[in-house]
Every structure is written in C-alpha cells, then in structure tokens.
T-cell receptor, first 117, second 113 residues
Framework: DADVTQTPRNRITKTGKRIMLECSQT?????MYWYRQDPGLGLRLIYY???????NKGEISDGYSVSRQAQAKFSLSLESAIPNQTALYFC????????????????FGAGSRLTVL | AQSVTQPDIHITVSEGASLELRCNYS??????LFWYVQSPGQGLQLLLK??????LVQGIKGFEAEFKRSQSSFNLRKPSVHWSDAAEYFC???????????FGKGTRLSVIA
C-alpha cells in the first residue's frame, strides 16, 4: 500500500455539489497538507495541519474546508463546487524532526483529479 | 515570505544531451531547497534537497543541483538525459520554522530522439 493514499483518484461532478477528497497516511507523520495543481500555476497550498488540533489556511483556501479526523486522516471539502475548482489535488505529509529539516521533506499522494462541470 | 521562480515553462532536449533547469528563489536567510519530479499521471517524487553544507547536492536518477547564494539559484542538472526523464520538474523553497514549502510553477521537460 502507498504511504499516502488519496481517494477518489478521479471524480466528475456538477456545479453546486458537495465534494470530499480524502487522504490517509501510514507514515506516522504529524503534518499534512493539501495542494492544488493547475497547468502553468504549479502547486498552491490550500490548507495545512501540524497536528490533529491545528488547522491553517494556505494561499488559496477560499471555497474549501478541511477536517483532520485523526493523525492519519486529512480531508478536503468543497461545499459547493464550481468549475474553476477543476484541478489536480495533492495531499502530502511531513515529519517535524529536529531543526525543521524533516518538516520540509514532503511525501505526496498520487493525486485526485476533480472535474466540475 | 519565500518565493520561487522557474523561468522556463517548457524545455525540449535530445536524448543523450545535457540538461539544466533553472530555479531562482527569494528568501532572506539560508533556505531549504528542493527539486521534485512529476511523471505523467503520477504524484511528486523528491529528486534532491539542500539544507546546508556542500553546495553541490546529488540526487536520484543521476540528477544534481548546485546552490549558489550569490545568484539566489538552485539549478538542476543532468549530464545525459534519458527518454524516461520526460516529466514536469518543480523547484521548491522552505524555511526554518513552521512555514510550508512554496513551489515554483514547474518546467515541463520533453525528450526527443
């Protein structure tokens, strides 16, 4: 099994629908992240969490919410999907470690491709 | 806050030729620097990283990168490209403290025979 698992891998939905993307990890890492990838824009941070009780907004959090259900699980929700949320979404994890070094080494899931019609 | 610029959106090289992908960063202190690769339909895989010490770092798949503080650069190189190196490459910069990585917009590498 992959260290970081994202479900679903592909999803097509309609405008206005609620969508949840799920991420689970077996790395035992405290830190989890959601990034969005768009062609020509690279990866942009949506939300991140340093532990179960910690949630932080990233660069592009509007229209998204997250839930950290357990150390190993971090879900991203789109309450009312719109077409410009069509993108490839990545979950990632990292381990704090000493001197922040390991905190910066991300392990990525395979991605969830979302299409909003 | 840190930022990253990858000036080249798309590069095409011939198989067997050398490769250099450019990355420039902005950060007030010594950064943590990374190169990730994304093969078609795949997630991102760490190629190499720089934290401190020797400014020339070796990574997987025969890649290396050199940190040049004076130029705020961390360019990725490979002496001889293979067709399997065709992918998208992302440079990223991190910082001390609780600040997530910031990624560049990526450079897509095409390899021709």
């Amino acid at each position: 099994d992959a260290d970081v698992t994202q479900t679903p891998r592909n999803r097509i939905t309609k405008t206005g629908k609620r969508i949840m993307l799920e991420c689970s990890q077996t790395k035992g890492h405290d830190r989890m992240y959601w990034y969005r990838q768009d062609p020509g824009l690279g990866l942009r941070l949506i939300y991140y969490s340093f532990d179960v009780k910690d949630i932080n907004k990233g660069e592009i959090s509007d229209g998204y919410s997250v839930s950290r259900q357990a150390q190993a699980k971090f879900s991203l929700s789109l309450e009312s999907a719109i077409p410009n949320q069509t993108a490839l979404y990545f979950c990632a994890t990292s381990d704090p470690g000493p001197l922040d070094v390991r905190a910066n080494v991300l392990t990525f899931g395979a991605g969830s491709r979302l299409t909003v019609l | 806050a840190q930022s990253v610029t990858q000036p080249d959106i798309h590069i095409t090289v011939s198989e067997g030729a050398s490769l250099e992908l450019r990355c420039n960063y902005s950060y007030g202190a010594t950064p943590y620097l990374f190169w990730y690769v994304q093969s078609p339909g795949q997630g991102l895989q760490l190629l190499l990283k720089y934290f401190s010490g020797d400014t020339l770092v070796q990574g997987i798949k025969g890649f290396e990168a050199e940190f040049k503080r004076s130029q705020s650069s961390f360019n990725l190189r490979k002496p001889s490209v293979h067709w399997s190196d065709a992918a998208e490459y992302f440079c990223a910069v991190g910082a001390r403290g609780n600040t997530p990585l910031v990624f560049g917009k990526g450079t897509r590498l095409s390899v021709i025979a």
